[in-house]
């Protein structure tokens, strides 16, 4: 019984080294090798164009990713500057297929004059999509992040005072 055992050990031990060696050779890797930066977006991600996207993060980039772009536009009266993030189809990167994110930075006195903002686009590790937009007039900021996983996007503004410490927020 005890040299059965061992014999039934020893052919054990004998067939996972010979799979370790045999998947060392064709190149294939454990769980814990593998490195979790290797995830890619599935799907474009841009703003809407005359009815194209225009694509900030192309897709099957690498997760995380990052995507800046100063914008310049008019804000609509009583309302601000309307930002809005689209997904691309499947099948044509171009495609604006599904609105991620719809805001509105402002707001801003009735004037024609255009507006610039900086807008960064975070794609994080799992997925999760961070926006940040700041007026460069202003300084005033808006930070969306939408996860998922989680529940609803939470939104936060704040301005220029809060962000360099100088004055309470306003109200």
Wanted: glycine fraction near 8%; avoid cysteine; proline fraction near 6%.
């Amino acid at each position: 019984m005890t040299l059965k055992i061992l014999l039934l050990v020893a052919v054990t031990g004998l067939a996972i080294s010979l799979m370790r060696g045999l998947a060392a050779r064709l190149g294939a890797r454990t769980v814990a090798e593998m490195d979790l930066e290797e995830r890619v977006t599935d799907r474009s991600v841009g703003v809407r164009d005359d009815g194209k996207l225009d694509v900030w993060i192309p897709p099957n980039t690498r997760t995380p990713s990052k995507a800046v772009r100063l914008l310049r536009g008019r804000p609509e009266p009583g309302r601000g500057l309307r930002l809005s993030l689209y997904a691309g189809a499947i099948d044509d990167a171009s495609d604006p297929d599904e609105r991620l994110v719809r805001t509105w930075l402002g707001p801003y006195p009735d004037s024609d004059t255009p507006v610039l903002v900086e807008v960064t686009l975070r794609v994080g590790r799992h997925g999760q999509l961070r926006v940040q937009a700041i007026d460069k007039a202003s300084g005033r900021k808006l930070e969306i992040v939408r996860d998922e996983r989680g529940a609803a996007p939470q939104t936060v503004i704040t301005t220029r005072e809060v962000l360099i410490g100088e004055l309470e927020p306003r109200d």
